[in-house]
């Protein structure tokens, strides 16, 4: 009775995944757990197997090999996809209100020669203290919108930033919760323009799973004429239903396009009143395809209890025609 009870109970968590249908608490906050199951499955079916349970060792492998197949390609590295036109190398790092360390994140901004560096949990004090570190030096065009409670969000870029269409100057996308989300369209020499968005859902805490699916729906989809390129922490992995939505508008997750879309990021800090849980994938680099993808890493930000992306991207060649002056 036991391994039928799990091998139930692994039916159900892999229908949901395989669906996308998780809704409410304890639902989406499991699902995020994807990957640790995989291995669960099959030691389930291994005990069936001891036991000659021959039912619930046919659910488990089953289940096993269900859950193996969306969580294994993320291991599986495609070769990168150099382009002709610019590289650009981008930075997101959820920095944890004030208590990131600004001048290791300067440093590593300068350290990885990051063109755009995407900020969420900005606060004004945090503000003040990467200008204190030099950022301005770095990277001297800015969107920055922050606030308190982690809903502030910033984008520093080493090229020219200008809003994006629809956008009016100063403002930001504002989801129902009150995040803020900085974004901008920025202009790379040799290539074409590019929107990037700093992205960040609000957390899937209980009570709170509504408004988190809103906001990852609300993000913007790809595949309109300028490229995406969204950076930031999701509060979702592979596994929710919602981020893969998002994706299938035309976006890539660099991470999982170059082998390492398991690579955790977060949590790398007890935070007071935060359980202890297994590491997971919070953080991406949504790339639109037609964007190539080539190295990926994560960083660790002194203080933050999330690890940074660095990803470097490819953008297509510009191939608008020079504009024509007028001739006396």
Same mark, same amino acid.
């Given at each position: 009775?036991?391994?039928? +009870?799990?091998?139930?109970?692994?039916?159900?968590?892999?229908?949901?995944?395989?669906?996308?249908?998780?809704?409410?608490?304890?639902?989406? !906050?499991?699902?995020?757990?994807? @990957?640790?199951?995989?291995?669960?499955?099959?030691?389930?079916?291994?005990?069936?197997?001891?036991? &000659?349970?021959?039912?619930?060792?046919?659910?488990?492998?089953?289940?096993?090999?269900?859950?193996?197949?969306?969580?294994?390609?993320?291991?599986?590295?495609?070769?990168?996809? +150099?382009r002709p036109g610019a590289t650009l190398r981008v930075m997101t790092a959820n920095i944890l209100y004030d208590r990131g360390d600004m001048a290791a994140l300067a440093k590593q901004v300068k350290i990885d020669d990051v063109d755009v560096l995407a900020v969420q949990e900005l606060t004004t004090g945090a503000l003040d203290a990467l200008d204190a570190a030099g950022i301005d030096g770095l990277l001297p065009f800015r969107v920055t919108h922050p606030a308190r409670h982690g809903h502030g969000s910033a984008l520093f870029s080493?090229? @020219?930033?200008? =809003?994006?269409? +629809?956008? !009016? =100057?100063?403002?930001?996308?504002?989801?129902?919760?009150?995040?803020? !989300?900085?974004?901008?369209?920025?202009?790379?020499?040799?290539?074409?323009?590019?929107?990037?968005?700093?992205?960040?859902?609000?957390? =899937?805490?209980?009570?709170?799973?509504?408004?988190?699916?809103?906001?990852?729906?609300? !993000?913007?989809?790809?595949?309109?004429?300028?490229?995406?390129?969204?950076?930031?922490?999701?509060?979702?992995?592979?596994?929710?239903?919602?981020?893969?939505?998002?994706?299938?508008?035309?976006?890539?997750?660099?991470?999982?396009?170059?082998?390492?879309?398991?690579?955790?990021?977060?949590?790398?800090?007890?935070?007071?009143?935060?359980?202890?849980?297994?590491?997971?994938?919070? &953080?991406?680099?949504?790339?639109?395809?037609?964007? +190539?993808?080539?190295?990926?890493?994560?960083?660790?930000? @002194?203080?933050?209890?999330?690890?940074?992306?660095?990803?470097?991207?490819?953008?297509?060649?510009?191939?608008?025609?020079?504009?024509?002056?007028?001739?006396?």
């Amino acid at each position: 009775m036991v391994l039928w +009870g799990v091998a139930a109970v692994l039916a159900g968590f892999t229908l949901v995944r395989l669906t996308g249908s998780e809704r409410g608490t304890p639902l989406v !906050q499991i699902m995020a757990f994807t @990957p640790y199951t995989a291995p669960i499955a099959l030691l389930a079916a291994v005990a069936a197997a001891i036991t &000659d349970a021959v039912g619930p060792w046919l659910v488990c492998i089953l289940a096993w090999a269900a859950l193996s197949a969306v969580v294994v390609p993320r291991l599986l590295a495609s070769r990168p996809q +150099g382009r002709p036109g610019a590289t650009l190398r981008v930075m997101t790092a959820n920095i944890l209100y004030d208590r990131g360390d600004m001048a290791a994140l300067a440093k590593q901004v300068k350290i990885d020669d990051v063109d755009v560096l995407a900020v969420q949990e900005l606060t004004t004090g945090a503000l003040d203290a990467l200008d204190a570190a030099g950022i301005d030096g770095l990277l001297p065009f800015r969107v920055t919108h922050p606030a308190r409670h982690g809903h502030g969000s910033a984008l520093f870029s080493r090229h @020219p930033l200008t =809003p994006a269409d +629809g956008v !009016q =100057p100063g403002l930001a996308r504002q989801h129902p919760c009150g995040m803020l !989300q900085a974004g901008a369209t920025v202009h790379v020499p040799g290539a074409g323009p590019v929107h990037v968005e700093s992205a960040h859902p609000c957390a =899937p805490r209980p009570g709170h799973t509504r408004c988190w699916a809103r906001n990852l729906a609300a !993000q913007p989809p790809a595949g309109g004429p300028v490229p995406q390129i969204l950076l930031g922490d999701f509060n979702a992995t592979l596994d929710h239903g919602p981020l893969r939505r998002l994706l299938r508008t035309g976006y890539r997750d660099a991470a999982a396009a170059r082998g390492r879309g398991l690579a955790p990021t977060w949590p790398f800090q007890r935070i007071r009143g935060q359980r202890t849980v297994p590491w997971v994938t919070l &953080d991406h680099v949504l790339a639109d395809r037609r964007i +190539g993808i080539g190295d990926v890493g994560t960083r660790t930000v @002194p203080g933050s209890d999330h690890r940074a992306v660095i990803a470097e991207l490819h953008l297509a060649a510009d191939t608008a025609p020079p504009t024509q002056g007028t001739q006396e």
